[in-house]
């Protein structure tokens, strides 16, 4: 994802034309992403998420994917493997759970050790919340302690 920042900046923009949403939080990593999503009809979450995928894996250059595997019949739709079949969502039901998932979300760098702290990442939503006081830039810190389950 990482070397392909603007297209996935692009697909975002494309798929925002065609839906109401906004990302709240996101990190972005070499192998995943993950996002805080507020958006006006929930049924619409698969078709965003889609969209997104969808517009990213088809202008994708095929050099950073080609090496990779997937399943014959994935291969046989034309699938291209860009993204995981599956996305996992989770509905947030009170302020603690979105703290949680913040929270989660910006220590994902630091805890697959991309980064030495939270604020080392560039490609996450970490520095709109430290400009908005909710975190310190010594905020997530490498720390095998830390657990957000």
């Known amino acids: 994802m990482i070397e392909n ?3 996935l ?3 975002f923009t494309h798929v925002k034309r065609q ?3 906004t990302i709240d939080a996101i990190v972005i990593l070499p192998d995943h992403i993950h996002m805080i999503v507020m958006f006006e009809d929930v049924k619409e979450y698969p078709k965003i998420i889609g969209s ?3 517009y990213f894996s088809s ?3 095929p050099k950073y994917y080609r090496h990779l595997m997937q399943s014959h019949s994935r291969e046989g ?3 291209k493997p860009v993204w995981q079949k599956r996305f996992y969502e989770h ?3 009170d ?3 979105y703290k949680l998932r913040l929270n989660y979300i910006h220590y994902n760098p630091v805890k697959h050790k991309f980064a030495p702290s939270a604020a080392a990442w560039e490609y996450s939503s970490f520095g709109k919340f430290m400009d908005a006081g909710y975190h310190d830039d010594d905020w997530g810190v490498f720390d095998e302690s830390i657990d957000f389950e």
């Open 5 to 7: 920042i603007g297209l």
């Open 9 to 11: 900046r692009e697909s």
């Open 19 to 21: 839906f109401s949403f």
């Open 52 to 54: 997104i995928k969808r």
């Open 59 to 61: 202008h994708c250059d």
């Open 77 to 79: 739709q034309h699938y």
């Open 91 to 93: 509905t947030i039901r």
């Open 95 to 97: 302020e603690r759970d």
